[in-house]
């Protein structure tokens, strides 16, 4: 296993963590009970759909602990994925925590319903309707800043990996470099070397050609004695 892993796993991740996000949207809003006093048969609906969207987002938060999991015994390369993983941690807390509360509201809100209920009073007429809506409100913003959060943290996180790949090529341009001075700094003792030979072999070429002369000279003025 090695990066391609990593960065499959990692896309699992984000996917989920989208899923998830989108998931805990629709899951607020009908714990928060939108539309839910609009018939007689409206709240048991709503119900059977808060019901189903809870069992899908424990599944999901389960499989996004495997994954972060898998991710976790990975070997590590640098900082940049122990950051990375950290953070698809922290995200999985936050969606746990986010869900806990959607549930705790959910029951809320229910159990005060239905002592309205018993008690006669029309729950539309209830300020509660009014502080209810002001915590939907407030957790889509908190969901959205989440989000954008998120985003900012995966940027971040990019950012560290190009950063550590570019020290990276910059420490292997430097061990090049360094080689590339050795080389020439050898380069100049043996280009010295071949200077010398060449001429050593210049000088014994030209004692060569003057002893031949001087034999040839001899044996003419010999010739014509």
């Known amino acids: 296993m090695g990066l ?63 994954i972060n999991e898998k991710m976790a015994e990975l070997p590590t390369t640098g900082t940049a994925m122990m950051h990375t993983l950290q953070r698809h941690r922290d995200i999985l807390n936050g969606y746990r925590q986010e869900f806990n509360k959607i549930e705790a509201n959910h029951t809320t809100r229910i159990e005060r319903e239905e002592l309205l209920r018993g008690s006669g009073i029309n729950s539309s007429l209830h300020p509660s309707n009014s502080v209810l809506s002001r915590r939907d409100m407030y957790l889509k913003e908190s969901m959205h800043g989440h989000n954008s959060q998120s985003m900012i943290n995966d940027q971040i996180s990019i950012a560290m990996e190009t950063k550590e790949h570019l020290l990276s090529q910059r420490q292997s341009f430097k061990r090049l470099q360094t080689r590339f001075n ?44």
């Open 182 to 225: 050795d080389l020439s700094n050898r380069f100049p003792v043996i280009s010295s070397l071949m200077q010398r030979i060449n001429i050593r072999k210049r000088r014994d070429s030209l004692i060569l050609g003057c002893v031949i002369g001087i034999c040839t000279i001899l044996l003419i003025l010999y010739a014509f004695r």
């Open 4 to 66: 391609s892993d990593w960065d499959s796993l990692r896309k699992q991740a984000r996917h989920i963590e989208n899923e998830i996000d989108v998931k805990l949207v629709a899951f607020s809003k009908v714990g928060a009970g939108s539309g839910a006093n609009t018939a007689d048969t409206a709240p048991l609906l709503s119900e059977n759909l808060f019901d189903s969207l809870s069992v899908e987002i424990v599944q999901m938060l389960d499989k996004l602990s495997a």
